[in-house]
Structure formats: C-alpha cells, structure tokens
C-alpha cells in the first residue's frame, strides 16, 4: 500500500502543472461560454448588414483600413472574418444600433465579399476613439503596454466606451455586486439618474460617503444648502468644469423636466426637491423620488439588476429620454446581459448533438448497438474517474488515453466473444 502511494506520488511529482480534470473541464467550458456569450448573438457567416440598424453585436474596427487619422468604421463579425481575417483589428466587444460599414466609402481598396451593395455612409452610427482602439478619458490602448496598473476595463452602459476602474470617480464595487455602469460623463449629462442612484444604485458606503446623505431640510452639514436658497446660479455652475475629457455639446443642457437645485459644494451635492410640487400628478416615479433627498457627485454610478426596469416611463420621462438619446435605457433587451443569454439559448439550440446526428442516419440495429456502446463507455469512464477520485489523484492526459485503449481492447474482446453484447 505504502508502495503504491509513493509512486503515486512520485509521478505527480513529475507532471507538472497539477491540473484535475474537473479544472480543465470548467476552464474550457467558462472560456466557451464567454466566446459563447460575446459572438453568440452574432451571425459568423452573413454581414449583419442587411438586418439595418443591429440592436446590439459584437464589432470590430480595422486598423489596416482604416487606420486612425482616417474616418472611424465598423464591422460586424463575419466581415471580420471573411473581409478582414488578416488585418489588424480591434475588438470592440458589443454596440448598439449600428449598421456593418465594411467596403463602404470609408473604405478605399476594400469591397466586402458578404455584402458588396451598401449605401456609401450609415449616417446612424455612432463613433468613438475605440475604433481606433483607444479608451476610455484616459485615451489609452487596451491592454496598454505602459500600464504597469493592474485595473480592469468596465464599459458604460450610455456611451459604451470602456473606462479604467480608477478613472471613474469611485472604485467601483466589488465584480459582481453590480450589473451595468454609467460613467462619470454621462452622469453629468443625463442628471436625472442621480434621483434614481439615490434609491437603486450599488453604492459603497466609503466613510467618505457617511453622512453625506442628508435628510431633506439639509441639516447637519455646512457644505449643503437647502435647494432654494442656492437658486439657479448654481445650476450653471454644477456641470461645466469637471470633465475636460469628453466633450459633448449636448451635455450642458439642462436634462431634466424640472430642474432640481444646487449647493456651494464643489464635489457633493445635496439635491431636496421639496419645492417643486408638481401639480400633484404624481403619476411620475421621477417626479416622486425628488421629494426625497439625493446626492450629486463627480463620478462614475453603479447600477444592479435589473434597475432599468425601474425607470419611469411616462410621457415627460420618454421624451426627456429621447432627447438626451437614452431611449435605450427603458429596455431590458438592449442589456449586455440580455444580448449574451440570447447568444447562450441561441447557440444551445443550435448546438446539434453528434450522437442524434450520428444516430439518425443509422439503421435500428447499429443505432442499438452505438446506444451500447455509449452506455458502457459512460459507465466505465465514471468507475475509471471514480478510483481516480477516491483515491485524490489528479487525472492526467495519459490516464485518459490508457482508458481508451483499455476500452477499445475490451470492445474488442466482447465482439469477439459473443456478437455486439450489451452490458
Ligand atoms: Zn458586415
Ligand atoms: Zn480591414
Ligand atoms: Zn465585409
Ligand atoms: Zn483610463
Ligand atoms: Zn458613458
Ligand atoms: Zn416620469
């Protein structure tokens, strides 16, 4: 016994690294589903150009193309194959609304294969410095060879650029605790979400942040004033400034139905709409939440499942949407999440089973037989795995391929012996 265990031991000591089958297995399955997840929505083989203005798919820009310095473009997954498969490209993960610009007049010696005949421009699309692979306020290459920080990337949910952790105000929460971000500019520009992160957002409760919550007659921190005292000088004052990184001349616009009010505070502020009595029709979520105290400040949100669903969508808050182009957001299907589960059911229906395959073009005598056959090399792989299991060792290449050979010699036997037995 003593015996057996140190050579079991002296050939684990050989083989290195020590992998269980159970890593591998769920290695190989988390890296399917991710691939899985990105490109699932996607088709691989048709230019999703035909389909219009594509809800959300995954994108790539060709840096051989359309270097930067030239007009930003986009393709879609399979023009990244079929039309660029050399070139460099850029992945830039999943966007919404936009139409494969691949061989359109951004182009100049390219013709698509898939889908030749396009409109010289898509004038819908939107562009960023992604497409040339630069991100967030930061303007950096991902990854970025000079960046010795270890951070992730997290892409707003609003503009869709990615954005270093740290440059988004406030550390994000832990991976995990939240579902979607919108960055610091686009909190600026769409003011409204600040009533609503008072009630939904993940907030880390930093000692920073303590106390800063007020309650609605703003006592208890000298930095605060009460909404109406400060007036509307203030309300010009909040937004400017603060982001030289993103310039967005829609984003000074005043964006919310009723304006909520101000504070000195140059980093927090306490907004307490109590004096806007809105003709009592309350039939405004946004509207009611205002009555409650909320908190402005420069930095990035956090935001859980599901909190879309949570937006007022009456006719004031639609149009305000529309016109600060944020439509999207009272959709649960524009989610990154709602697009990789669609890619993960997708892919899972389509997923054919070789055995069925394989069966269905057999006649019933072989179909019985490779039914068997299967049945006894499950069995016999669970007992093998098994003792492997038993005994706490590590599963390795060579245990697998003895298995299989023990098996075929085995299958063998039995077929010699008496024809096609089926345990
Ligand atoms: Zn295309
Ligand atoms: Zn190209
Ligand atoms: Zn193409
Ligand atoms: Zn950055
Ligand atoms: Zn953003
Ligand atoms: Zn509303």
Redesign the pocket.
């Known amino acids: 016994m003593a015996g057996a265990e140190e050579e079991l031991a002296g050939r684990q000591a050989e083989l290195e690294p020590v992998v269980s089958l159970v890593d591998v297995l769920e290695e190989d399955e988390e890296l399917e589903n991710e691939a899985c997840a990105v490109l699932g929505g996607s088709d691989a083989e048709k230019c999703s150009y035909s389909q219009g203005l594509v809800k959300r798919q995954a994108l790539y820009a060709c840096s051989t193309c359309t270097p930067e310095g030239e007009e930003p473009a986009g393709i879609c997954l399979a023009c990244s194959y079929e039309c660029h498969g050399s070139h460099k490209l850029f992945e830039l993960y999943t966007k919404r609304n936009f139409r494969c610009d691949c061989g359109n007049s951004k182009f100049k010696n390219l013709e698509c294969k898939l889908f030749p005949e396009k409109a010289k421009t898509n004038s819908c699309n939107k562009y960023n410095d992604n497409f040339f692979g630069l991100y967030c306020i930061c303007k950096r290459p991902y990854p970025d060879p000079e960046d010795e920080v270890p951070d992730e990337m997290i892409q ?6 990615w ?1 270093h952790g740290r440059h988004l105000g406030d550390i994000p929460p832990e991976n995990g605790d939240f579902q979607e ?7 600026k ?1 769409c003011s409204f979400l600040w009533v609503y992160a008072a009630q939904l957002a993940v907030r880390k409760m930093s000692a920073e942040d303590d106390g800063q919550v007020l309650s609605v007659d703003g006592t208890g921190d000298q930095e605060v004033t009460k909404p109406d005292s400060g007036g509307d000088a203030l309300r010009e004052e909040a937004p400017e400034h603060r982001n030289d990184a ?1 310039k967005d001349a829609k984003a000074e616009q005043n964006n919310e139905p009723c304006t909520s009010s101000s504070s000195e505070s140059e980093l927090q502020t306490v907004f307490t709409n109590q004096s806007i009595k809105t003709e009592s029709q309350s039939s405004c979520r946004l509207q009611e939440l205002k009555t409650k105290p909320f908190l402005k400040k420069d930095t ?1 949100t956090y935001w859980p499942l599901n909190w879309r669903s949570k937006l007022c969508t009456c006719q004031d808050c639609m149009k305000m949407y529309e016109e600060l182009d944020v439509l999207f957001l009272t959709d649960e299907c524009d989610t990154v999440l709602a697009y990789e589960n669609k890619g993960k059911i997708d892919q899972a229906t389509d997923r054919r089973d070789p055995l069925m395959d394989t069966l269905n073009s057999m006649n019933r005598v072989q179909q019985v037989e490779l039914i068997c056959e299967y049945n006894d090399l499950k069995t016999e792989l669970k007992d093998y795995l098994r003792r492997f299991a038993d005994e706490g060792t590590v599963v390795k290449r060579e245990d697998i391929q003895q298995f299989f050979e023990e098996f075929q010699s085995k299958k063998r036997r039995r077929v010699d012996g008496m024809q096609y037995y089926c345990s």
């Open positions: 707003c949910v609003v503009c869709e650029d954005f971000m919108v960055c610091q500019a686009c909190m520009r993103v990035a």
